[in-house]
T-cell receptor, first 112, second 112 residues
Framework: AQRVTQPEKLLSVFKGAPVELKCNYS??????LFWYVQYSRQRLQLLLR??SRESIKGFTADLNKGETSFHLKKPFAQEEDSAMYYC??????????????FGKGTKLSVKP | NAGVTQTPKFQVLKTGQSMTLQCAQD?????MSWYRQDPGMGLRLIHY???????DQGEVPNGYNVSRSTTEDFPLRLLSAAPSQTSVYFC???????????FGSGTRLTVV
């Protein structure tokens, strides 16, 4: 079964500390994975796509197929990073990729 | 270019009432989806469409109907509102399946 697991509901760090938001997945085939961010009461915004391998707002994520993980990392957290973060992957419909399956999200709180 | 537009932003319904949540996109995206967001549950797929005239059920379709008569619009109908449908509803669109969905700003629905 296709599944996304974010084991931490809440992650609290101090400003300037490193951040790692965990995401594990189960998927048959080669998934395209995403991280979305939702600031307080706003719409979800695409933060990262693993296939593009870019860094947005200082965040990076590496796909580890051996560990089936796609953890989101930032070396120095900022207060404005406080938000809800969702990991997502597309459903596999007979080899083609469809709608997104989301994890339950991790709330990141960065304290001054 | 407005992206994905959802109306209304807020709505209070009485149990048993019906209503339609509107969603429109101006990016000529083929894929459109409706999700509901509940605390601790992440985002769950209600219904989706892969093109005009084609819709299908997601994880939690009961109590909801959709139609897709045009590429631009994908309304979600609540047939007989129940308190369990109190949630935040997000519409999203994508040019193809699983390729970086764009989300609307959400509709916060309360059923009393």
């Amino acid at each position: 079964a296709q599944r996304v697991t974010q084991p931490e509901k809440l992650l609290s760090v101090f400003k300037g500390a490193p951040v790692e938001l965990k995401c594990n997945y189960s998927y048959s085939g080669s998934p395209e994975l995403f991280w979305y961010v939702q600031y307080s009461r706003q719409r979800l915004q695409l933060l990262l796509r693993h296939i593009s391998r870019e860094s947005i707002k200082g965040f990076t994520a590496d796909l580890n197929k051996g560990e089936t993980s796609f953890h989101l990392k930032k070396p120095f957290a900022q207060e404005e990073d406080s938000a809800m973060y969702y990991c997502a992957l597309p459903r596999n419909y007979g080899g083609s990729q469809g709608n997104l399956i989301f994890g339950k999200g991790t709330k990141l709180s960065v304290k001054p | 270019n407005a992206g994905v537009t959802q109306t209304p932003k807020f709505q209070v319904l009485k149990t048993g009432q019906s209503m339609t949540l509107q969603c429109a996109q101006d990016m000529n995206h083929e894929y459109m989806s409706w999700y509901r967001q509940d605390p601790g549950m992440g985002l769950r797929l209600i219904h989706y469409s892969v093109g005009a005239g084609i819709t299908d059920q997601g994880e939690v379709p009961n109590g909801y109907n959709v139609s897709r008569s045009t590429t631009e619009d994908f309304p979600l109908r609540l047939l007989s509102a129940a308190p369990s449908q109190t949630s935040v509803y997000f519409c999203a669109s994508s040019p193809t399946g699983g390729k970086g969905y764009t989300f609307g700003s959400g509709t916060r629905l309360t059923v009393v």
